[in-house]
């Protein structure tokens, strides 16, 4: 596995963490118990790590030759709950 795709693996990982601490404790943080920062602070770390998965599995993308189909699935992977963790085990059996 090249560099690239470990660093996005990386990537991917804390922005999976990221999404379920957002959907799963702030989000009901915010909601149930009327604490709004919870969310500011877990989805502007959140946003950052989205960006850079975007940025770095660009990068993967373009040196580990994906297709275009399998970029499309590791964009989708982001928008879904424990879908970078999918993701993530794909990558594991490829390389």
């Given at each position: 596995?090249?560099?690239?795709?470990?660093?996005?693996?990386?990537v991917a990982f804390a922005e999976?963490?990221?999404?379920?601490?957002?959907?799963?404790?702030?989000?009901?943080?915010?909601?149930?118990l009327d604490m709004p920062l919870?969310?500011?602070?877990?989805?502007?770390?959140?946003?950052?790590?989205?960006?850079?998965?975007?940025?770095?599995?660009?990068?993967?993308?373009?040196?580990?030759?994906?297709?275009?189909?399998?970029?499309?699935?590791?964009?989708?992977?982001?928008?879904?709950?424990?879908?970078?963790?999918?993701?993530?085990?794909?990558?594991?059996?490829?390389?």
């Open positions: 596995m090249n560099k690239s795709v470990d660093i996005f693996r990386r999976g963490i990221s999404y379920l601490v957002l959907l799963f404790i702030a989000m009901p943080l915010k909601y149930g919870a969310v500011k602070y877990v989805g502007w770390a959140h946003g950052v790590l989205f960006v850079a998965y975007i940025v770095f599995g660009g990068l993967a993308a373009l040196k580990d030759k994906w297709s275009i189909q399998f970029s499309a699935v590791a964009f989708i992977a982001s928008l879904v709950p424990f879908g970078t963790f999918w993701l993530d085990k794909k990558l594991a059996e490829d390389s």
